[in-house]
């Protein structure tokens, strides 16, 4: 519990201190990687969001070695009620009514998971089927690079409305979602005897190559959506997805079982179907600005 907590503050911080980094720096986009990560290096603030975000990691990494992946994902989500504050006081941005019940909504969903967790009757698993992590990764990271490209191509018309992120978060969150259930891959590997046959073991796994693609994209198209939208709502439903992911399809690759009980089961259904409802009605556009009232008065008769 004091790891998971430690790793939603650090994750919170590290997503708040890029997204501030990234507003004093020239527009970056993913068809210029090279590029974004030279401007990203050259700033001090930016190194340090991702040095807090690599802490978080490794915190993630001690949490998947002691409780379920459900579990595991309730805990996490609760950083987007810190990550919201954080993003108002330092980054001065604001989230409408609506948007804050959709948060509201989700934290509730994901409090059902939360509750419908029993401490000694969740086993916890060590390991999946290579086949049947590939099986489920593979198409998660070409839809995700599929979606991304796709909400980029929006962008570029002339006439758009500015667009709130969402699209953008679904996209980076199946990215990140891939990536947790290659984190907890490879936590398996860290109760190995020898330090030596642990890394052999997992360099015959598909864990760390898992780890390097979303690692390499999802940091590029990550800095390139949080300069483009705000931070309090790309990064909860970034977070959101990931979550329901790893939550859903790693407790099934993994073989972590449903609840028996029936109103635990019916905890975690609800849960989830609430969170990913939510997540389905939430704007896609922020309010066009509205023009001003002296605009109005030089316009002639």
């Not at 994902?73 to 019940?101: D, K, M």
């Not at 953008?168 to 020898?194: C, D, E, P, R």
């Not at 390499?216 to 329901?244: E, K, N």
Request: glycine share 10%; aromatic share 6%; with cysteine.
């Amino acid at each position: 519990m004091a790891a998971a907590l430690l790793a939603n503050t650090l994750y919170s911080l590290g997503f708040v201190l890029e997204k501030r980094a990234l507003s004093s720096l020239p527009e970056v986009t993913i068809r210029q990687p090279l590029k974004l990560l030279g401007l990203v290096l050259r700033s001090p603030l930016w190194i340090g969001g991702s040095l807090s975000l690599a802490a978080g990691f490794g915190a993630q990494l001690a949490v998947y070695r002691t409780l379920p992946i459900a579990a595991a994902q309730g805990i996490f989500v609760s950083g987007l009620v810190l990550l919201v504050l954080l993003s108002a006081r330092l980054l001065g941005e604001e989230t409408t009514g609506r948007e804050r019940y959709a948060l509201g909504a989700i934290l509730a969903a994901l409090l059902m998971v939360v509750l419908s967790l029993k401490e000694g009757s969740d086993r916890v698993s060590r390991d999946a089927p290579y086949p049947l992590i590939l099986l489920v990764c593979v198409p998660s990271l070409v839809a995700g690079v599929w979606l991304y490209g796709s909400a980029e191509r929006r962008t570029r018309h002339r006439h758009r409305m500015p667009t709130t992120g969402v699209e953008y978060g679904v996209a980076v969150g199946l990215l990140y979602g891939v990536s947790s259930l290659a984190i907890k891959g490879v936590s398996s590997y860290l109760t190995s005897s020898g330090l030596g046959s642990a890394v052999v073991e997992l360099l015959g796994s598909p864990y760390p190559y898992l780890l390097l693609f979303t690692g390499a994209f999802g940091l590029v198209m990550s800095q390139a959506a949080l300069q483009r939208c705000r931070a309090s709502l790309i990064v909860p439903v970034c977070t959101t997805v990931t979550c329901l992911y790893t939550a859903v399809l790693g407790t099934l690759s993994f073989g972590e079982s449903l609840p028996h009980d029936p109103l635990r089961l019916a905890l975690r259904l609800a849960g989830t179907v609430l969170a990913v409802a939510v997540l389905l009605s939430m704007p896609k556009h922020d309010p066009a600005p509205q023009p001003s009232l002296g605009a109005k008065e030089l316009t002639p008769p």
